[in-house]
């Protein structure tokens, strides 16, 4: 019970930075989502795009304690550290 309401919240986030860095994407670029995308990746500016897209997983994150789904706010934490994790992969390599 525990390991889907983790599952739950990480799928949540992961979406949550998905729709959040594509909000982002749509509503401060001139271009369109992919050549936003390869100008981000040809730039090296592809972690801060993420980054400011992870910004809704702060929505998720404490609307799921607000409700105390505590596990699956834990699975949103979880999303934000792998999000994390692929933003300092791109910073470094």
Request: proline letters at 0%; hydrophobic letters at 60%; a positive charge.
């Amino acid at each position: 019970m525990i390991k889907k309401e983790i599952l739950i919240g990480l799928i949540v986030g992961l979406i949550a930075n998905t729709l959040g860095t594509l909000l982002y994407i749509l509503i401060f670029s001139d271009f369109g989502i992919v050549e936003t995308y390869q100008a981000a990746v040809q730039q090296g500016h592809i972690g801060s795009l993420l980054a400011l897209g992870a910004i809704l997983n702060l929505v998720a994150f404490f609307g799921f304690l607000k409700i105390r789904r505590d596990y699956r706010a834990r699975g949103v934490m979880i999303a934000t550290l792998l999000t994390a994790m692929l933003i300092l992969y791109y910073k470094v390599f």
